[in-house]
Protein backbone atom coordinates (compact mmCIF):
# COMPACT_ATOMS: atom_id res chain seq x y z
CA UNK A 1 0.00 0.00 0.00
CA UNK A 2 1.16 3.51 -1.31
CA UNK A 3 2.23 6.09 1.44
CA UNK A 4 -0.99 7.89 0.08
CA UNK A 5 -3.17 4.91 0.25
CA UNK A 6 -2.19 4.54 4.06
CA UNK A 7 -3.31 8.10 4.79
CA UNK A 8 -6.08 8.43 2.38
CA UNK A 9 -8.35 6.66 4.68
CA UNK A 10 -8.11 9.05 7.54
CA UNK A 11 -8.64 11.38 5.16
CA UNK A 12 -11.46 10.63 3.92
CA UNK A 13 -13.17 10.10 7.58
CA UNK A 14 -12.37 14.16 8.02
CA UNK A 15 -14.17 14.69 4.72
CA UNK A 16 -11.41 15.83 2.79
CA UNK A 17 -11.28 16.66 -0.88
CA UNK A 18 -9.72 14.27 -2.64
CA UNK A 19 -6.46 16.00 -3.19
CA UNK A 20 -4.80 13.05 -5.13
CA UNK A 21 -7.55 13.25 -7.78
CA UNK A 22 -7.01 17.45 -7.88
CA UNK A 23 -3.47 16.84 -8.27
CA UNK A 24 -2.70 13.42 -10.15
CA UNK A 25 -1.22 13.69 -13.44
CA UNK A 26 -1.17 10.29 -15.40
CA UNK A 27 0.98 9.36 -17.98
CA UNK A 28 -2.02 9.52 -20.82
CA UNK A 29 -2.62 13.07 -19.48
CA UNK A 30 1.05 13.97 -19.35
CA UNK A 31 1.35 12.59 -23.13
CA UNK A 32 -1.98 14.54 -23.95
CA UNK A 33 -0.19 17.63 -22.65
CA UNK A 34 3.25 16.57 -24.18
CA UNK A 35 1.34 16.70 -27.81
CA UNK A 36 -0.74 20.27 -27.02
CA UNK A 37 2.34 21.74 -25.99
CA UNK A 38 4.03 20.40 -29.12
CA UNK A 39 1.02 21.87 -31.62
CA UNK A 40 1.56 25.56 -29.47
CA UNK A 41 5.18 25.52 -30.48
CA UNK A 42 3.86 25.43 -34.14
CA UNK A 43 1.17 27.98 -33.52
CA UNK A 44 4.07 30.08 -32.24
CA UNK A 45 6.51 29.37 -34.94
CA UNK A 46 4.61 30.11 -37.51
CA UNK A 47 2.02 32.34 -36.84
CA UNK A 48 3.28 33.74 -34.04
CA UNK A 49 -0.24 32.85 -32.02
CA UNK A 50 -1.00 31.50 -28.96
CA UNK A 51 0.17 30.93 -25.45
CA UNK A 52 3.92 30.25 -26.60
CA UNK A 53 5.79 33.27 -27.67
CA UNK A 54 8.28 31.03 -29.50
CA UNK A 55 11.67 33.67 -28.95
CA UNK A 56 14.29 34.21 -31.36
CA UNK A 57 17.92 34.75 -29.64
CA UNK A 58 19.73 35.33 -32.25
CA UNK A 59 22.01 32.58 -31.01
CA UNK A 60 23.44 29.29 -32.42
CA UNK A 61 25.04 27.33 -30.22
CA UNK A 62 28.80 27.60 -29.60
CA UNK A 63 31.24 26.07 -30.80
CA UNK A 64 33.39 25.05 -27.55
CA UNK A 65 36.25 27.36 -28.52
CA UNK A 66 34.98 30.29 -27.70
CA UNK A 67 38.06 32.04 -25.29
CA UNK A 68 39.05 35.12 -23.37
CA UNK A 69 37.87 36.80 -20.32
CA UNK A 70 34.19 38.42 -20.08
CA UNK A 71 32.05 39.92 -17.43
CA UNK A 72 28.82 38.30 -17.26
CA UNK A 73 25.47 39.08 -15.37
CA UNK A 74 22.93 37.12 -14.35
CA UNK A 75 19.83 38.97 -13.54
CA UNK A 76 16.38 37.27 -13.05
CA UNK A 77 16.26 36.43 -9.43
CA UNK A 78 16.13 37.53 -5.89
CA UNK A 79 19.24 38.61 -6.30
CA UNK A 80 21.47 39.82 -9.26
CA UNK A 81 25.17 37.61 -9.68
CA UNK A 82 28.22 39.56 -11.61
CA UNK A 83 30.80 37.17 -12.37
CA UNK A 84 34.21 37.66 -14.24
CA UNK A 85 34.74 34.38 -16.13
CA UNK A 86 37.33 33.08 -18.43
CA UNK A 87 36.46 31.13 -21.49
CA UNK A 88 39.53 28.46 -21.81
CA UNK A 89 38.42 26.44 -25.48
CA UNK A 90 37.52 22.67 -25.00
CA UNK A 91 34.48 23.19 -23.21
CA UNK A 92 36.54 24.58 -20.06
CA UNK A 93 35.05 27.43 -17.98
CA UNK A 94 36.65 29.08 -14.80
CA UNK A 95 35.05 31.78 -12.77
CA UNK A 96 37.86 34.30 -11.49
CA UNK A 97 35.57 35.98 -8.97
CA UNK A 98 32.10 37.11 -8.30
CA UNK A 99 29.67 38.69 -6.20
CA UNK A 100 25.77 38.63 -5.25
CA UNK A 101 23.72 41.29 -4.02
CA UNK A 102 19.87 40.66 -2.85
CA UNK A 103 17.28 42.84 -5.58
CA UNK A 104 15.15 43.42 -2.11
CA UNK A 105 16.68 45.34 1.21
CA UNK A 106 15.29 42.30 3.71
CA UNK A 107 15.01 45.27 6.22
CA UNK A 108 12.76 46.86 3.41
CA UNK A 109 15.52 50.07 2.31
CA UNK A 110 15.23 49.26 -1.31
CA UNK A 111 13.30 46.93 -3.69
CA UNK A 112 13.86 47.45 -7.55
CA UNK A 113 11.73 44.58 -8.17
CA UNK A 114 9.03 46.28 -7.68
CA UNK A 115 6.65 49.84 -8.77
CA UNK A 116 8.34 51.77 -6.38
CA UNK A 117 11.55 51.54 -8.39
CA UNK A 118 12.60 52.42 -11.72
CA UNK A 119 14.46 50.44 -14.53
CA UNK A 120 16.93 53.16 -14.33
CA UNK A 121 17.38 52.50 -10.50
CA UNK A 122 17.65 49.39 -11.11
CA UNK A 123 20.14 48.81 -13.90
CA UNK A 124 22.15 51.69 -11.97
CA UNK A 125 22.02 48.70 -8.83
CA UNK A 126 23.71 46.18 -11.32
CA UNK A 127 26.39 48.98 -12.56
CA UNK A 128 27.34 49.77 -8.82
CA UNK A 129 27.83 45.63 -8.40
CA UNK A 130 30.03 45.85 -12.17
CA UNK A 131 32.52 48.34 -10.45
CA UNK A 132 32.49 46.66 -7.26
CA UNK A 133 33.29 43.62 -8.79
CA UNK A 134 35.89 45.31 -10.99
CA UNK A 135 36.49 48.98 -10.58
CA UNK A 136 36.15 51.35 -13.09
CA UNK A 137 39.26 51.32 -16.04
CA UNK A 138 38.80 47.96 -17.08
CA UNK A 139 38.13 47.32 -20.94
CA UNK A 140 35.92 43.85 -21.01
CA UNK A 141 32.96 42.61 -23.48
CA UNK A 142 29.97 42.10 -21.13
CA UNK A 143 27.04 39.63 -21.53
CA UNK A 144 24.01 40.23 -19.98
CA UNK A 145 21.50 37.33 -18.87
CA UNK A 146 17.92 38.75 -18.30
CA UNK A 147 15.18 36.38 -17.85
CA UNK A 148 12.32 37.28 -18.79
CA UNK A 149 10.23 37.57 -22.11
CA UNK A 150 12.22 40.25 -24.21
CA UNK A 151 12.05 40.75 -27.56
CA UNK A 152 15.51 40.17 -29.43
CA UNK A 153 15.79 42.45 -32.27
CA UNK A 154 20.13 42.12 -32.47
CA UNK A 155 22.88 40.01 -30.08
CA UNK A 156 22.70 42.84 -27.89
CA UNK A 157 18.91 44.80 -28.64
CA UNK A 158 16.06 43.31 -26.22
CA UNK A 159 13.31 44.95 -25.78
CA UNK A 160 10.98 43.68 -22.55
CA UNK A 161 7.88 42.25 -23.15
CA UNK A 162 6.18 42.07 -19.85
CA UNK A 163 7.78 41.63 -16.77
CA UNK A 164 7.09 37.71 -14.63
CA UNK A 165 7.76 36.64 -11.40
CA UNK A 166 5.60 39.42 -9.91
CA UNK A 167 8.55 41.64 -10.96
CA UNK A 168 7.34 45.02 -11.54
CA UNK A 169 9.61 47.66 -11.52
CA UNK A 170 8.56 51.15 -13.36
CA UNK A 171 9.50 52.11 -16.95
CA UNK A 172 11.37 49.41 -18.13
CA UNK A 173 8.44 47.52 -20.18
CA UNK A 174 9.12 48.39 -23.57
CA UNK A 175 12.54 49.23 -23.54
CA UNK A 176 15.69 48.23 -24.25
CA UNK A 177 17.20 46.52 -21.66
CA UNK A 178 20.77 46.50 -23.02
CA UNK A 179 20.63 50.52 -23.34
CA UNK A 180 19.08 50.69 -20.02
CA UNK A 181 22.16 48.82 -18.64
CA UNK A 182 24.67 51.10 -21.00
CA UNK A 183 23.75 54.14 -19.98
CA UNK A 184 24.12 52.93 -16.11
CA UNK A 185 27.44 52.11 -17.24
CA UNK A 186 28.49 55.59 -18.66
CA UNK A 187 26.93 57.34 -15.56
CA UNK A 188 28.97 55.25 -13.50
CA UNK A 189 31.98 55.98 -15.65
CA UNK A 190 32.60 52.26 -16.10
CA UNK A 191 33.43 53.16 -20.14
CA UNK A 192 35.56 50.43 -20.97
CA UNK A 193 32.14 47.56 -20.24
CA UNK A 194 30.86 46.87 -23.16
CA UNK A 195 27.75 44.96 -23.00
CA UNK A 196 27.77 43.16 -26.37
CA UNK A 197 25.13 40.26 -25.35
CA UNK A 198 21.57 39.76 -24.17
CA UNK A 199 20.32 36.20 -23.61
CA UNK A 200 17.53 34.64 -21.84
CA UNK A 201 18.73 32.52 -18.69
CA UNK A 202 17.20 29.34 -20.69
CA UNK A 203 19.78 30.48 -23.54
CA UNK A 204 22.27 30.35 -21.23
CA UNK A 205 22.45 27.23 -19.74
CA UNK A 206 21.77 25.72 -23.26
CA UNK A 207 24.66 27.43 -24.44
CA UNK A 208 27.21 26.61 -21.49
CA UNK A 209 26.07 23.24 -21.74
CA UNK A 210 26.50 23.27 -25.36
CA UNK A 211 30.01 24.55 -25.04
CA UNK A 212 31.18 21.00 -23.59
CA UNK A 213 28.96 18.78 -25.28
CA UNK A 214 27.04 19.44 -28.81
CA UNK A 215 24.61 17.19 -27.94
CA UNK A 216 22.81 19.83 -25.16
CA UNK A 217 19.87 20.88 -27.85
CA UNK A 218 17.75 21.86 -25.03
CA UNK A 219 17.90 24.28 -21.83
CA UNK A 220 15.30 24.23 -18.90
CA UNK A 221 15.25 26.47 -15.86
CA UNK A 222 13.43 24.77 -13.40
CA UNK A 223 13.81 27.37 -10.16
CA UNK A 224 12.07 30.74 -9.21
CA UNK A 225 10.82 31.05 -12.74
CA UNK A 226 10.48 28.24 -15.17
CA UNK A 227 11.25 28.09 -19.02
CA UNK A 228 12.54 26.08 -21.53
CA UNK A 229 14.46 26.98 -24.98
CA UNK A 230 16.02 24.63 -27.69
CA UNK A 231 18.02 24.53 -30.56
CA UNK A 232 15.81 25.10 -33.81
CA UNK A 233 17.30 23.90 -36.83
CA UNK A 234 14.68 25.71 -39.54
CA UNK A 235 13.84 29.01 -37.26
CA UNK A 236 11.32 31.37 -39.85
CA UNK A 237 12.85 33.53 -41.88
CA UNK A 238 16.52 32.57 -40.70
CA UNK A 239 19.03 30.88 -42.71
CA UNK A 240 20.62 29.20 -39.75
CA UNK A 241 20.12 27.02 -36.90
CA UNK A 242 19.41 29.57 -33.66
CA UNK A 243 17.97 29.08 -30.06
CA UNK A 244 14.28 29.19 -29.43
CA UNK A 245 13.34 30.89 -25.93
CA UNK A 246 9.87 29.25 -26.00
CA UNK A 247 8.67 31.49 -23.08
CA UNK A 248 7.07 27.80 -21.73
CA UNK A 249 6.58 29.57 -18.42
CA UNK A 250 3.10 31.03 -20.15
CA UNK A 251 1.20 27.49 -21.55
CA UNK A 252 -1.75 27.93 -20.67
CA UNK A 253 -3.44 24.44 -22.06
CA UNK A 254 -3.34 22.73 -18.46
CA UNK A 255 -5.98 21.42 -16.38
CA UNK A 256 -6.11 23.84 -13.54
CA UNK A 257 -8.05 22.78 -9.98
CA UNK A 258 -9.51 25.08 -7.75
CA UNK A 259 -6.28 26.38 -6.20
CA UNK A 260 -4.67 26.47 -9.18
CA UNK A 261 -7.41 29.43 -10.38
CA UNK A 262 -7.79 31.21 -6.91
CA UNK A 263 -4.20 31.71 -7.48
CA UNK A 264 -3.74 32.79 -10.40
CA UNK A 265 -6.79 35.06 -10.13
CA UNK A 266 -4.87 36.89 -7.00
CA UNK A 267 -1.33 37.17 -8.53
CA UNK A 268 -0.18 40.09 -10.23
CA UNK A 269 -0.72 38.90 -13.94
CA UNK A 270 -4.29 36.91 -13.78
CA UNK A 271 -4.39 34.53 -16.88
CA UNK A 272 -0.58 35.31 -17.83
CA UNK A 273 2.75 32.13 -16.76
CA UNK A 274 -0.14 30.03 -15.93
CA UNK A 275 2.44 26.77 -15.52
CA UNK A 276 4.88 28.55 -14.53
CA UNK A 277 2.66 29.29 -11.31
CA UNK A 278 1.93 25.43 -11.25
CA UNK A 279 5.50 24.85 -11.66
CA UNK A 280 7.88 27.09 -10.10
CA UNK A 281 9.59 27.95 -6.51
CA UNK A 282 7.69 31.75 -6.80
CA UNK A 283 4.47 29.63 -6.78
CA UNK A 284 4.33 26.39 -5.38
CA UNK A 285 4.88 28.11 -1.54
CA UNK A 286 1.57 30.12 -2.27
CA UNK A 287 -0.27 27.00 -3.58
CA UNK A 288 1.20 24.89 -0.62
CA UNK A 289 -0.22 27.68 1.71
CA UNK A 290 -3.87 27.67 -0.18
CA UNK A 291 -4.13 24.02 -0.02
CA UNK A 292 -3.23 24.19 3.65
CA UNK A 293 -5.39 27.22 4.32
CA UNK A 294 -8.35 25.35 2.72
CA UNK A 295 -7.43 22.30 4.75
CA UNK A 296 -7.58 24.06 8.08
CA UNK A 297 -10.98 25.92 7.65
CA UNK A 298 -12.72 22.71 6.67
CA UNK A 299 -11.22 21.77 10.34
CA UNK A 300 -9.29 18.52 8.29
CA UNK A 301 -5.78 19.50 9.37
CA UNK A 302 -3.80 20.80 12.33
CA UNK A 303 -7.47 20.50 14.49
CA UNK A 304 -8.25 23.43 17.98
CA UNK A 305 -7.76 26.46 14.97
CA UNK A 306 -6.35 29.44 16.93
CA UNK A 307 -6.17 32.84 15.64
CA UNK A 308 -2.15 32.71 15.35
CA UNK A 309 -2.14 29.75 13.41
CA UNK A 310 -5.15 31.37 11.20
CA UNK A 311 -3.18 34.47 10.56
CA UNK A 312 -0.24 32.47 10.09
CA UNK A 313 -1.54 31.02 7.08
CA UNK A 314 -3.32 33.68 5.85
CA UNK A 315 -0.26 35.53 4.72
CA UNK A 316 1.54 34.80 1.42
CA UNK A 317 5.18 35.44 3.19
CA UNK A 318 4.89 32.75 5.30
CA UNK A 319 5.26 29.98 2.76
CA UNK A 320 8.04 29.51 -0.13
CA UNK A 321 9.59 26.74 -1.52
CA UNK A 322 12.14 26.49 1.43
CA UNK A 323 9.31 25.59 3.20
CA UNK A 324 8.45 22.84 1.08
CA UNK A 325 11.80 21.53 0.60
CA UNK A 326 11.80 21.49 4.48
CA UNK A 327 8.67 19.24 4.72
CA UNK A 328 10.29 17.19 1.74
CA UNK A 329 13.41 16.62 3.24
CA UNK A 330 12.23 15.55 6.73
CA UNK A 331 11.64 11.99 7.41
CA UNK A 332 9.27 9.80 10.08
CA UNK A 333 8.77 8.83 13.40
CA UNK A 334 9.28 12.16 14.06
CA UNK A 335 9.35 14.52 10.77
CA UNK A 336 11.24 16.87 13.80
CA UNK A 337 12.20 19.77 11.54
CA UNK A 338 8.46 20.08 10.16
CA UNK A 339 7.20 20.22 13.90
CA UNK A 340 9.76 22.71 15.18
CA UNK A 341 8.41 24.87 12.22
CA UNK A 342 4.97 24.58 12.92
CA UNK A 343 5.60 25.50 16.31
CA UNK A 344 7.57 28.74 16.15
CA UNK A 345 5.88 29.86 13.26
CA UNK A 346 2.15 28.84 13.60
CA UNK A 347 2.28 28.07 17.63
CA UNK A 348 0.75 24.94 15.85
CA UNK A 349 1.25 22.56 18.94
CA UNK A 350 1.24 18.77 19.45
CA UNK A 351 0.97 17.36 15.70
CA UNK A 352 -0.08 14.12 15.22
CA UNK A 353 2.10 11.74 12.97
CA UNK A 354 -0.73 11.33 10.70
CA UNK A 355 -0.91 14.91 10.36
CA UNK A 356 2.61 15.41 9.61
CA UNK A 357 2.81 12.15 7.47
CA UNK A 358 -0.48 14.13 5.49
CA UNK A 359 1.50 17.41 5.44
CA UNK A 360 4.14 15.80 3.73
CA UNK A 361 2.02 13.90 1.19
CA UNK A 362 0.38 16.94 0.45
CA UNK A 363 3.36 18.92 -0.40
CA UNK A 364 4.44 15.85 -2.43
CA UNK A 365 1.63 15.79 -4.58
CA UNK A 366 2.46 19.83 -5.26
CA UNK A 367 5.95 19.14 -6.33
CA UNK A 368 5.38 15.84 -7.91
CA UNK A 369 2.68 17.35 -10.68
CA UNK A 370 4.94 19.97 -10.99
CA UNK A 371 8.00 17.68 -12.17
CA UNK A 372 4.85 15.93 -14.39
CA UNK A 373 3.96 18.90 -16.02
CA UNK A 374 7.54 19.98 -16.89
CA UNK A 375 8.35 16.95 -18.22
CA UNK A 376 5.27 16.37 -20.46
CA UNK A 377 6.28 20.16 -22.02
CA UNK A 378 9.88 18.02 -22.76
CA UNK A 379 8.48 15.27 -24.08
CA UNK A 380 6.46 18.40 -26.45
CA UNK A 381 9.93 19.79 -27.17
CA UNK A 382 11.13 16.67 -28.22
CA UNK A 383 8.10 15.95 -30.07
CA UNK A 384 9.37 18.70 -32.47
CA UNK A 385 12.77 18.21 -32.53
CA UNK A 386 12.89 14.52 -33.41
CA UNK A 387 9.61 12.73 -32.65
CA UNK A 388 10.64 9.24 -33.72
CA UNK A 389 13.50 9.79 -31.28
CA UNK A 390 16.66 8.53 -33.56
CA UNK A 391 19.38 10.45 -31.63
CA UNK A 392 20.26 12.04 -28.61
CA UNK A 393 20.09 14.50 -26.59
CA UNK A 394 20.70 16.23 -23.64
CA UNK A 395 18.44 18.64 -21.77
CA UNK A 396 20.46 21.06 -19.64
CA UNK A 397 18.51 22.15 -16.60
CA UNK A 398 19.89 24.68 -14.03
CA UNK A 399 17.79 26.29 -11.23
CA UNK A 400 17.23 25.59 -7.15
CA UNK A 401 13.71 23.49 -7.56
CA UNK A 402 15.93 20.75 -9.54
CA UNK A 403 18.92 20.87 -8.03
CA UNK A 404 18.43 21.47 -4.54
CA UNK A 405 14.30 20.27 -3.54
CA UNK A 406 14.08 17.03 -2.52
CA UNK A 407 12.62 14.80 -5.06
CA UNK A 408 12.58 16.85 -7.91
CA UNK A 409 14.77 16.15 -9.92
CA UNK A 410 13.83 12.48 -9.91
CA UNK A 411 9.95 12.88 -10.17
CA UNK A 412 10.90 14.50 -13.80
CA UNK A 413 13.10 12.00 -14.75
CA UNK A 414 10.45 9.25 -14.25
CA UNK A 415 7.82 11.44 -15.49
CA UNK A 416 9.67 11.40 -18.71
CA UNK A 417 10.81 8.06 -19.13
CA UNK A 418 6.80 7.31 -18.33
CA UNK A 419 6.12 9.28 -21.25
CA UNK A 420 8.72 8.61 -23.71
CA UNK A 421 8.78 4.66 -22.65
CA UNK A 422 11.12 2.55 -24.81
CA UNK A 423 13.15 5.85 -26.54
CA UNK A 424 13.50 7.48 -23.35
CA UNK A 425 17.70 6.15 -22.81
CA UNK A 426 17.97 7.82 -25.74
CA UNK A 427 17.42 11.41 -23.71
CA UNK A 428 19.44 12.80 -20.79
CA UNK A 429 18.76 15.29 -17.95
CA UNK A 430 21.90 17.38 -16.65
CA UNK A 431 22.09 19.70 -14.18
CA UNK A 432 24.23 22.82 -15.41
CA UNK A 433 25.05 24.79 -12.18
CA UNK A 434 25.10 28.14 -12.87
CA UNK A 435 24.80 27.73 -16.23
CA UNK A 436 22.45 30.84 -16.53
CA UNK A 437 25.56 32.84 -15.57
CA UNK A 438 28.24 31.39 -17.42
CA UNK A 439 26.22 31.75 -20.88
CA UNK A 440 26.37 34.98 -20.55
CA UNK A 441 29.71 35.00 -20.88
CA UNK A 442 29.46 32.57 -24.10
CA UNK A 443 27.18 34.68 -25.41
CA UNK A 444 29.45 37.78 -25.06
CA UNK A 445 32.48 35.79 -27.04
CA UNK A 446 29.96 34.60 -29.54
CA UNK A 447 29.17 38.52 -29.92
CA UNK A 448 32.53 39.67 -30.42
CA UNK A 449 34.09 37.01 -32.34
CA UNK A 450 35.18 37.93 -36.17
CA UNK A 451 32.92 36.62 -38.89
C1 LIG B 1 10.57 34.21 -17.49
C2 LIG B 1 11.55 33.53 -18.40
C3 LIG B 1 12.67 32.92 -17.59
C4 LIG B 1 12.11 32.03 -16.47
C5 LIG B 1 13.19 31.43 -15.60
C6 LIG B 1 10.12 33.28 -16.37
O1 LIG B 1 9.30 33.96 -15.48
O2 LIG B 1 9.45 34.65 -18.22
O3 LIG B 1 12.08 34.42 -19.36
O4 LIG B 1 13.49 32.16 -18.44
O5 LIG B 1 11.24 32.78 -15.67
O6 LIG B 1 13.92 32.38 -14.95
Same mark, same amino acid.
Request: aromatic residues 6%.
Given at each position: ??????????????????????????????????? =??????????????????????????????????? *??????????????????????????????????? %???????????????????????????????????? *????????????? /?????????? =???????????????????????????????????????????????????????????????????????????????????????????????????? /???????????? =?????????? /????????????????????????????????????? &????????????????????????????????????? &???? *????????????????? *??? /????????????????????? %??????????????????????????? =????????? &??????????
Amino acid at each position: MSEWETVKGHFLDLGLPDLHSCFNLTVPQMQHIAK =KFHQSMLHGLTEQKGSLKMLPSFFNIPTGEESGVF *LSIDFGGTNVRVSLVQLLGQGKIRVLKKISAFLRD %PGGSYDYTAATATGRELFGFLAEQIAELIGVGETIP *LGLTFSFPTKMQA /LNKAVLIGWT =KEFNTRATVGKDVNLLLLDALQKRGLHGIKPVAVINDTVGTLMTAAYSNPRADIGSICGTGHNTCYLEQQPPQQSNPMIINIESGNFNRLPANEYDRYLD /LHSEKPGEQVLE =KMVSGRYLGA /LMRLVLLDLVRKGCLFQGVSREMMDFFSQAKNLDAEH &ISLVLGDNPPGFGKTAAWLKNAAGIQDLSRSELQALK &IIVS *LLTTRAARLVAATYAGV *LRH /LDPLLKRPHIIAIDGSLYEKM %PGFASCLEKGLDEILQNSSGQVQLNLV =KDGSGAGAA &IAAAVAVAPR
